[in-house]
């Protein structure tokens, strides 16, 4: 496992935004993981873990100490249709390999570009579910996430993978290059027809950053965004929401720096 120096970090996230990391390694297994985090404890390294590179804005300075790529993969099924996932696996090919396995439960994620460690970090929510209500068991060291378990059931492979097709389907329609939705909803309300509706924001542009025209909950980047773009975007929509209708929206994704 190579420590690299100065690596950029926009090729590694959806959005495309992201400086330099000081010090960068990919973790392959667990034991690679472990060894990382070891690493930067004994240099008194600050550690982020970065799995698929969603809901996250990086700073156009990059990040201080150890970045590591998450990409540890196993999917270990256990007795009792529970199944034991590395944390940098893939959720949508988890998803489908268990599917494949006649186990079911998972579908609500479908097309989330998530990883499984990312998902347990963040409270994931699916359609109509949450990520915590099938997780039993998760281990860590040095509170970075190694493994997690979930409880399954035995289901109907064919209904399980439409379920899927549908999900995916409906969001097809979603802006690519984006981290994904910016901001939460607010109780009974769309932060997506909040920005569009009644702030009027959607297509504002700053740089090479837009509020998406196909759906204002999104941010895209145009091609060469910057961070700083970004961020300029969001504290305009805030402080609209907050002027104009006393309304806190509050980010959902993580901004970093």
């Known amino acids: 496992m190579d420590i690299i120096q100065n690596q950029i970090l926009a090729p590694f996230t959806t959005f495309k935004i992201g400086g330099p990391a000081e010090h960068f390694c990919e973790a392959k297994t667990i034991s690679d993981l472990k060894l990382a985090v070891k690493l930067a404890k004994i240099n008194h390294w600050p550690v982020t873990i970065l799995g698929k590179g969603s809901n996250i804005l990086i ?24 199944v034991e996932l590395d944390s940098g696996v893939f959720l949508p090919k988890a998803i489908m390999h268990l599917i494949n396995h006649g186990l079911t439960g998972l579908e609500a994620f479908a097309g989330i570009p998530a990883t499984v460690g990312g998902a347990t970090a963040v409270a994931m929510h699916g359609v109509g579910h949450l990520w915590s209500e099938f997780v039993i068991k998760t281990t860590k060291y040095q509170g970075v996430i190694l493994t997690v378990t979930v409880q399954l059931k035995p289901g109907d492979s064919e209904a399980a993978r439409r379920l899927v097709k549908t999900i995916q389907l409906k969001k097809a329609h979603q802006p690519q290059q984006s981290s994904g939705c910016i901001f939460k909803n607010p109780p009974g309300q769309s932060s997506g027809a909040i920005i569009d509706q009644q702030l009027h924001l959607k297509g504002r542009q700053l740089g090479q950053a837009q509020i998406s025209r196909r759906h204002a909950n999104f941010i895209v980047n145009l091609g060469g965004a910057k961070s700083a773009d970004v961020r300029q975007l969001i504290k305009l929509i805030q402080t609209q929401a907050k002027t104009k209708l006393n309304l806190n929206l509050e980010p959902e994704i993580i901004i970093y720096g």
Request: no cysteine; glycine share 8%; hydrophobic share 35%.
């Open 59 to 82: 700073p156009d300075k990059g990040l201080k100490g150890l970045v590591i790529k998450n990409s540890t993969a196993k999917i270990r099924l256990l007795p009792h249709q529970r």
